[in-house]
């Protein structure tokens, strides 16, 4: 088969023009408010339909009335807005901020505005921009300090002692009040410590193999230890331990309760036991408990 000439493959000027999207199409499609303003008095005159999509004012509204833009930002926003983008166009720099708008039906929304100055010598001619709703990431960045906050009121207001260290340098990384409380050291203190400078020496092995277990396999994990303060004093600690991120770092949440009370009843009830044990032993009687109930001895000391 022939090939034709080359002409006849080339689109005429029309038909090629007839392929292109209008300007006006691909300025509707963007997701956002393209706008043009004057640089003094900031009265729009002209702004893409998706104006009225978002914050559903009409468009002759918003081209018609020259104190619009001013009119419809938040009132706390309001005069910084207004402060920083007189500035920016004063010194002819493009810039770009974010601000509150108050919806037609009352919705706060959020808009962050990238705008460029032209300018003629020293002198702004004309404002142009492109507004974008970010109400949704200043709402996810809210929920998000919201729940910081009520992590670090509860943190903070745990009676027993809580602190996160980062399991690479073992570093303290946070602490509550009841850690500087309980264990006698400052803040400053604890900010150049390591988690094995609460241990006494001869449990910092098995620590050290405890960590390690955290840093490979993560588990919540819960054990009885001794802590020591920064008095000298030891004390009896049921800690209960998980991984976390924090600050970006690998890093382990623990809560320790002092059970140092418990665990000197259990030994002096251990060691109760025990020379009662030894007394029944040794005596040259035979010793004997019967039980009742069941018609059987519970004991018979070893003397039988």
Not at 122 to 141: I, K, N
Request: proline content about 3%; glycine content about 4%.
């Amino acid at each position: 088969a022939q090939i034709g000439p080359a002409a006849d493959l080339t689109l005429s000027d029309s038909a090629l023009a007839a392929t292109q999207p209008k300007s006006e199409d691909l300025v509707y499609a963007i997701d956002a408010i393209v706008w043009e303003a004057g640089p003094i008095t900031f009265e729009f005159t002209f702004v893409s339909g998706k104006a009225q999509r978002l914050l559903g004012y009409p468009l002759e509204q918003w081209t018609s009335q020259p104190t619009f833009w001013r009119d419809h930002v938040h009132p706390d926003d309001v005069r910084a807005a207004m402060n920083f983008c007189v500035t920016a166009t004063t010194e002819l720099r493009d810039h770009e901020f974010e601000y509150r708008m108050i919806a037609a039906d009352g919705r706060i929304v959020w808009l962050r505005d990238f705008v460029t100055v032209t300018a003629e010598g020293a002198r702004a001619t004309r404002l142009r921009g492109v507004m974008v709703d970010v109400t949704a990431q200043r709402e996810a960045e809210r929920a998000l300090q919201e729940s910081e906050t009520r992590y670090r009121s509860l943190f903070n207001s745990n009676p027993d002692p809580t602190w996160v260290y980062d399991l690479q340098t073992l570093k303290f990384l946070a602490f509550n009040d009841a850690m500087t409380q309980r264990y006698g050291y400052s803040a400053k203190e604890l900010h150049g410590m390591t988690v094995l400078d609460i241990r006494p020496s001869d449990e910092v092995p098995a620590a050290l193999r405890a960590i390690d277990e955290h840093r490979t396999r993560g588990l919540t994990h819960g054990g009885i230890w001794r802590h020591r303060r920064k008095n000298g004093s030891i004390v009896d600690v049921e800690t209960s331990s998980h991984n976390i991120h924090f600050d970006g770092r690998q890093a382990r949440i623990v809560v320790a309760r002092d059970i140092t009370d418990r665990v000197k009843t259990s030994r002096a009830l251990r060691e109760s036991e025990e020379r009662y044990r030894r007394l029944v032993e040794n005596v040259r009687l035979i010793a004997w408990e019967f039980d009742r109930a069941t018609k059987s001895f519970t004991f018979v000391s070893s003397q039988a």
